[in-house]
């Protein structure tokens, strides 16, 4: 047999005790907390066991006694230390310890005698405490962008074992690269408590996404959810790269409206003063970005352009145009003019932009502009023109009056419908509106609306007497007449019957004529056999006289029809 070393014995009992500790049960127990630590009997029974007593390692293999129990005898409890007053034994044999500190994280024994048998149970005993809060300090009052600046501080206070800070943007965690994000950490263990405080600072190079960016820190501790601390924002500082010319005005901008010039930069802070290039003319405004033109005209189009103040080569343009449209009409309002007369209508158009031109008359729109060549009564009326270009529309309006002598166009007579009476019509034209009067006295029965210089007159009279009947019409610029002819009913009603007998005489006059050429055919027919029976006698004589009574009877036969055909006639 060979010997071993010192050496070799050391390290021998070294791996034993590791594999000691590495198999005993832990108990885990919560800091400031009463935990259990339970006595393994296996399978001895309650009712056997003589003594149970616990003890616990006070550290270089030194026990420490807590308590006994003899069968049928109260718990003794032999603590005179830091455990005084903090344990008990519970009804299962189980040690309770209560306000656990981090001092108890050692090793506790459960002795069992039943009969002639001894046994113990150690267990192991790690006491755990979650960090008091998570909070985000010495925060940066800004972040530039590029730069990399001392974001924060996040402090995980008094927990077990230490805390291990995660840093987050947008619930996303950070990793330190060693160029736009660092992360250095410390622990601080309390040398009257055992506690560890963990501190964690963020170094941070900002971009302009992070502007409305949520920065949080957390952790997660071996036992309960994970922690997070209150988010914080950041304001960060950039330097304006560029510049936008933005225009607010009434669309379409007219002649009389306003405008306002806002320069917008998109550096932060924002900078607060500008210049207003405004057709040659520079303005200067402090603590605002923005300009109003008021009243503006058709001169005030064209090219305008802001800058920095203090960097005049950042700046933005826009082109502004203001629309404008003038229409003029002449004549325009209210016109009179004479039946017959030209009238020369003359609209002229100053736009800005393209136009649609489009009229009416009387609220009838019209294909085309208006002419008037020869005016007529007809075109008296309110002629209306707008003129549209975009949103932007005029108008303007004639009122035409054609004035003249009337002049009655046309007068007539009709029977009435019951056949008792007559209706005279007298249709005239003029203006202003003539008055219509007649040489007979009669009933008004119509006298149409005075319309475009057009009126009509009816009157129903019972002429007893053929009469010669006048219509006369006037104005203020002279008169017109004419005469009609109207027969007496009775009359009319003689005639009436003189032409149904001139009918019936007709009739019977066609219907003798008829008859009389019916017989005089007839009795040419019967001529015409009488004579054709004589010739052929005569012809057997000689062969002249034959063929001459041959000619002969074609040219009666011919004579014969001809008369045939006047008779049907």
């Known amino acids: 047999m060979h010997l071993l070393s010192a050496s070799c014995v050391r390290v021998f009992l070294w ?157 996303l965690p950070l990793q330190a690269d060693g160029k736009g994000i660092s992360i250095g950490a410390s622990v601080l263990v309390n040398p009257a408590t055992g506690l560890s405080t963990t501190t964690s600072t963020l170094e941070y190079s900002a971009q302009k996404e992070d502007a409305d960016a949520e920065f949080t820190c957390s952790t997660q501790p071996t036992v309960g959810s994970e922690l997070f601390s209150s988010p914080a924002t950041f304001t960060i500082t950039y330097s304006t790269e560029n510049i936008v010319l933005q225009v607010a005005a009434q669309d379409p901008l007219v ?17 607060t003063a500008f210049n207003f290039h405004l057709k040659g003319e520079l303005v200067k405004v402090e603590n605002t970005n923005s300009y109003t033109i008021t009243n503006v005209t058709r001169d005030a189009s064209g ?86 270009m975009g949103g932007i529309s005029q108008k303007v309006f004639l009122e035409l009056t054609v004035e003249g002598v009337p002049v009655i166009k046309r007068l007539s007579k009709q029977r009435g419908e019951d056949g008792r009476h007559k209706v005279l019509i007298c249709e005239v034209e003029g203006s202003p509106k003539p008055a219509v009067s007649w040489s007979i006295n009669g009933t008004l029965l119509d006298e149409s609306p005075f319309v475009n210089g057009k009126i009509t007159h009816k009157i129903t009279v019972v002429p007893t007497a053929n009469l010669t009947v006048s219509c006369t019409v006037s104005n203020e610029f002279g008169v017109d007449s004419r ?73 009666l036969e011919e004579k014969v029809e001809e008369n045939s055909q006047k008779a049907e006639v």
């Open 15 to 171: 791996a034993a005790l590791l594999h000691q500790a590495s198999s005993l049960e832990t108990v885990i127990g919560l800091y400031g907390e009463t935990f259990e630590i339970p006595c393994n009997i296996g399978a001895i029974k309650s009712e056997d066991i003589v003594i149970t007593k616990w003890k616990y390692d006070k550290g270089e293999g030194t026990p420490g006694d807590l308590l006994v129990k003899q069968q049928n005898q109260n718990v003794s409890i032999s603590a005179t230390d830091e455990y005084k007053g903090r344990i008990r034994l519970a009804a299962n044999f189980s040690l309770l310890v209560s306000a656990a500190k981090l001092s108890d994280q050692r090793t506790f024994t459960c002795m069992v005698v039943a009969g002639a048998d001894i046994a113990e149970y150690p267990v192991n005993v790690v006491i755990y405490k979650t960090a008091a809060g998570l909070e985000i300090s010495d925060r940066a009052e800004e972040l530039e962008i590029g730069k990399l600046t001392k974001l924060g501080t996040c402090v995980a206070k008094d927990s077990n074992p230490a805390a291990n800070i995660t840093w987050l943007k947008n619930n």
């Open 303 to 388: 090219e305008y352009k802001c800058s920095l103040v203090d960097d005049p080569t950042m700046g933005a343009s826009k082109h502004i145009a203001v629309n404008y449209l003038d229409i003029d009409l002449s004549p325009s309002g209210n016109i009179v003019k004479n039946a017959g007369d030209a009238l020369d209508l003359r609209l002229q158009i100053d736009a800005s932009g393209d136009f649609q031109v489009s009229w009416k008359k009387d609220n009838v729109k019209l294909d085309k502009e208006p002419m008037f060549a020869e005016l007529t009564y007809t075109d008296s009326g309110r002629y209306e023109c707008e003129v549209k």
């Open 483 to 555: 005469t009609i002819n109207v027969s007496s009913l009775n009359e009319e009603v003689r005639m009436d019957k003189q032409d149904q007998s001139d009918d019936n005489d007709q009739t019977k006059l066609v219907v003798g004529v008829v008859v009389g050429l019916l017989v005089a055919a007839g009795v040419i027919g019967l001529a015409y056999l009488v004579y054709t029976k004589k010739s052929k006698q005569g012809s057997w004589k000689t062969g002249e006289k034959e063929n001459g009574s041959s000619e002969e009877e074609k040219k």
């Open 255 to 271: 002649e009389g409206g306003n405008v306002t010039l806002k320069c917008v930069a998109d550096g932060n802070p924002a900078p």
